[in-house]
């Protein structure tokens, strides 16, 4: 299962908390998507709830939902959270 740092949680926790109308059952969803350039990566959204075949992932006030294409994909990964000039990105690196 996707291992979320400390610091990722509270990445995520502060994304939700700032999206307005947002229902207590939202969170990030993680699913595939093509990049700029056709190749596959990953996209990330904050949802208002899971969809129905997601895998949810609950942390301490984190919900990350991963579509059911990617779970398996990511089951081995860390998902880190890092700032960089003033910007919040999300890094996947393999558990260790």
Known sequence: MLTITQTAAE?????????????????LR?????????TEGFGLSIVDAP???DQIIEG?????FLDPEVAPVLDDKVL????????????LAERG
Do not use: K, M, N, Y
């Open 60 to 64: 301490p006030g984190t919900s990350v």
């Open 11 to 27: 990445a995520i926790d502060s994304l939700v908390a700032s999206t307005p109308d947002l229902p207590e059952s939202g969170g």
């Open 51 to 53: 969809q129905g075949d």
């Open 30 to 38: 993680i699913e595939q998507r093509l990049d700029g350039d056709g």
């Open 80 to 91: 880190d959270a890092r700032v960089e000039a003033g910007e919040l990105g999300f890094v």
